[in-house]
């Protein structure tokens, strides 16, 4: 049994409190306190269910040079993260049902944040012919997608939505057009110019929004049993917001997440031609990141999902044209955005979390997270306390972040999945 004496609690529905929080048996049991073993001062600190990050890349099998399974589950759990979608472009892409099990045993016996793994949408990602989504379903996969490799064939794309649709589980498209992207580092425009960088320009998000809102159209049409679902991960234009924002208005069944990356920099931090800035999608302009923070706030984007991405420091190290894309952010993405959106611009806390919670939840098809009695333990504590961002305390082996050196709030101090702590840092 664990008390959390006299701790504000937030959730999607609000805040309220302070509570006394009794945990036993893996659930809430009270919320007017009770006698515990163990007794935490939560004075100060807010409760709130466990973040699910939508995308990450924990690497395994096949790339642990950049992160394994314990690296990147105990980041997510340093994080706050209790639940943890893994991107399945490995080394060999995840789309076979024998290798998503043994991840998801391997993930298990771990013992951090629980792992849900997401399977290619098609053999060998390369976007031609189907992966085995029956099987990959029953072995244990929770989402579709050919992430990092961009779908590039629409007949395909609709077969996987149709299949995908009859078994319940959605499909996740890195929204680029190929052609248009071609070898760009940054966003395109004035600033790629003056740079002479190879710009990839917003059109190329855009333009794959529209064609993947037409291929779901259609599998729609044809679905014969269950509801074909899309989800375009990483969204960061203005055009493919507001793409998105007329397709749920017409009742689409289309969900999308925001990076922190995109929701905080822009393609200006470019300037230095720091490859840590890297990424893909790009960095885009300073409207593009305002009118996502709008999508949050309308409902258009539905989740937060870090696209924790890391690679070596070698690797991150070399000129900005050969550098991989990506930033590694399971262990900032909370405090980033708590002080970034809410402390500093007002940002509502309640939809912050659910940002972080029911809404990654729903896109999945799982049931929303309450604080109340007999809900799953699965909690993270907040502190308001102040602390700079320090990547050589990374559990991360990416030890090196876009956001060191700032001062941030909002720290989670204890991670708990079912009751059990994956992380502390209290008490
Ligand atoms: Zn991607």
Redesign the pocket.
């Known amino acids: 049994m664990m008390l959390i004496k006299n701790v504000l609690l937030v959730d999607a529905q609000g805040q309220r409190g302070p509570a006394d929080v009794l945990i036993g048996e893996g659930r809430i049991l009270s919320l007017e306190g009770g006698e515990a073993r163990e007794v935490i001062d939560g004075t100060g600190l807010l409760l709130a269910p466990g973040f699910l990050d939508l995308h990450a890349h924990l690497r395994e099998p096949g790339q642990e040079v950049k992160e394994d399974l314990f690296t990147g589950l105990l980041a997510a759990a340093r994080g706050g993260y209790t639940d943890v979608v893994s991107m399945p472009n490995t080394a060999p892409p995840l789309d076979q049902p024998e290798t998503v099990r043994a991840l998801r045993e391997k993930a298990e016996g771990l013992g951090l944040a629980r792992l849900h793994p997401a399977a290619a949408l098609t053999l060998g990602q390369e976007g031609k012919a189907l992966a085995p989504l029956g099987l990959l379903k029953a072995a244990g996969a929770i989402l579709f997608t050919d992430?990092?490799r961009t779908n590039e064939d629409a007949g395909t794309l609709a077969l996987g939505l149709l299949q995908a649709g009859a078994l319940g589980v959605p499909v996740a498209v890195?929204a680029e057009d190929a052609s248009l992207r071609r070898g760009g580092v940054m966003n395109d425009g004035p600033l790629s110019d003056a740079l002479g960088l190879p710009g990839n320009p917003p059109e190329a998000e855009a333009a794959r929004i529209a064609r993947d809102l037409e291929v779901l159209r259609y599998a729609l049409r044809r679905a014969q049993g269950g509801t074909p679902r899309l989800h375009v991960?990483?969204l960061s234009t203005e055009r493919g917001l507001a793409l998105l924002r007329e397709a749920k208005r017409a009742g689409l069944p289309v969900t999308a997440e925001a990076t922190p990356h995109h929701l905080t920099l822009t393609e200006e931090a470019l300037r230095g031609l720091d490859p840590l800035f890297k990424v893909?999608p790009p960095l885009r302009t300073e409207a593009d990141r305002e009118a996502l923070l709008e999508g949050l706030l309308d409902g258009t984007i539905d989740a937060i999902a870090t696209?924790h991405a890391p690679h070596t420091l070698a690797e991150k190290e070399m000129d900005l044209l050969r550098a991989p894309f990506g930033i590694p952010s399971l262990e900032v993405a909370f405090p980033l955005l708590y002080t970034e959106l809410h402390l500093k611009r007002g940002f509502p806390l309640p939809r912050l979390i659910e940002l972080f919670t029911d809404g990654p939840r729903r896109v999945l098809g799982l049931p929303p997270l309450h604080l109340g009695v007999g809900a799953e333990a699965s909690l993270v504590l907040l502190s308001p306390k102040a602390r700079p961002v320090d990547p050589s305390r990374f559990a991360s082996k990416a030890r090196y972040s876009p956001w060191a050196g700032q001062s941030l709030s909002g720290w989670p101090v204890l991670t708990l999945v079912a009751g059990r702590a994956v992380h502390r840092a209290v008490g």
Request: charge should be negative.
């Open positions: 992430d990092g890195h991960q990483h893909a696209d």
